[in-house]
């Protein structure tokens, strides 16, 4: 298993940026495949960003494209997610996730067996 904690969210005004980091312990960290998910109140959770295991492959969800880069550090055994040009919309609480598993980059939420607790992403118009 492996354990994720994310942190980073907080308080942002419309065009500005953030960074979350997902620190993860346990089982090997270059096993799995990451995910960045979102979820704002009364919506269902969206796919925002994945990476490979090595970090050599990437896929964003379509909002989010030219504006996020996700990345990862396989020897601090972090993933990071730098949003630019935040949108007010973009309001949510942000979730990583990790999975073994090879259809990781389709941005469905149940190919991830491990999720973080969330970090609060607020962004003022």
């Known amino acids: 298993q492996v354990q994720l904690v994310d942190s980073g969210g907080g308080l942002v005004e419309a065009g500005g940026s953030l960074r979350l980091s997902c620190a993860a312990s346990?089982?090997?960290?270059?096993?799995?495949?990451m995910g960045w998910f979102r979820q704002a109140p009364g919506k269902e959770r969206e796919f925002v960003a994945a990476?490979?295991?090595?970090?050599?492959?990437?896929y964003y969800g379509d909002s989010v494209k030219g504006r996020f880069t996700i990345s990862r550090d396989n020897a601090k055994n972090t993933v990071y997610l730098q949003m630019n040009s935040l949108k007010p919309e973009e309001t949510a609480v942000y979730y990583c996730?990790?999975?073994?598993?090879?259809?990781?980059?389709?941005?469905?939420?149940?190919?991830?067996?491990?999720w973080g607790q969330g970090t609060q992403v607020t962004v003022s118009s």
């Open positions: 996730a990790a999975t073994t598993r090879g259809s990781y980059y389709t941005g469905s939420e149940y190919e991830y067996d491990y």
């Open positions: 346990g089982r090997t960290f270059s096993s799995y495949a």
């Open positions: 990476i490979s295991w090595s970090g050599g492959s990437t």
